[in-house]
């Protein structure tokens, strides 16, 4: 089974800190995905890669940054988290776009901001 | 804009009845439309695939329509069981661009 695997399912952080969250998969993905999920607004977009080194801006990038070094390895960086990045966030990876683009999700990491 | 609409409001359902969620999309034309299920705390699962040339899709007490020309995807759960309380996700996906998810309707089983 593909397995996406969150480094942390819950952080706390102080507004200005500089916080990282880790997604890896191990599917050989090509594709992966970084979503926040808050009440009311659902599932939106920050940042995705199609390869290696590779990043693409999604529908909410401002304020992160992400980094893809490795293909198994998508990391979502905040350099400086403010309040209104509190929210839980979802990677996930998918084959290439040729595929269907099922995405498999990992179990979420829930961000509070102080 | 694009724009992804599901019920907002939680669908209460008795047990075996059929529990029906509706997902209607503007702005674009989708080649197709997926359908996840959450749990609380959870990330989405992927349930089902329909593609614009079917109009129809099953899988087990699962189905899903998809009318191109009413912009629209229906998502049927049959002889609904408690183990169905969740929130369900349509994601309509037009060729070669992201994925975007709608909002989500919770479907709240009772026995």
């Known amino acids: 089974d593909v397995k996406v695997t969150q480094s942390s399912r819950y952080l706390v952080k102080r507004t200005g800190e500089k916080v990282f969250l880790e997604c890896v998969q191990d599917?050989?993905?090509?594709?992966m995905f970084w979503y926040r999920q808050d009440p009311g607004l659902g599932l939106r977009l920050i940042y995705f890669?199609?390869?290696?080194?590779?990043?693409e801006k999604g529908d909410i990038p401002e304020g992160y940054s992400v980094s893809r070094e490795k293909k198994e390895r998508f990391s979502l960086i905040l350099e400086s988290a403010s309040t209104n990045q509190t929210s839980m966030y979802l990677c996930?990876?998918?084959?290439?776009?040729?595929?269907?683009?099922?995405?498999?999700f990992g179990e979420g990491s829930r961000l509070t901001v102080l | 804009s694009q724009k992804i609409e599901q019920n907002s409001e939680a669908l209460n359902i008795q047990e075996g009845k059929t529990a029906t969620l509706t997902c209607n999309y503007t702005?674009?034309?989708?080649?197709?439309l997926q359908w996840y299920r959450q749990d609380p705390g959870r990330g989405p699962v992927f349930l089902l695939l329909?593609?614009?040339?079917?109009k129809e899709k099953r899988k087990e007490r699962l189905k899903v329509t998809f009318d191109t020309t009413l912009k629209q995807s229906l998502f049927h759960i049959t002889a609904s069981q408690p183990a169905d309380s969740a929130t369900y996700l349509c994601?309509?996906?037009?060729?070669?661009?992201?994925?975007?998810f709608g909002g989500g309707t919770r479907v709240l089983v009772k026995p």
């Open positions: 996930a990876s998918s084959l290439s776009q040729g595929a269907t683009g099922e995405l498999f």
């Open positions: 599917m050989d993905h090509e594709n």
């Open positions: 890669s199609y390869d290696v080194k590779m990043k």
């Open positions: 702005n674009y034309s989708p080649a197709y």
């Open positions: 329909i593609r614009e040339n079917e």
């Open positions: 994601a309509p996906r037009a060729a070669g661009n992201k994925l975007t």
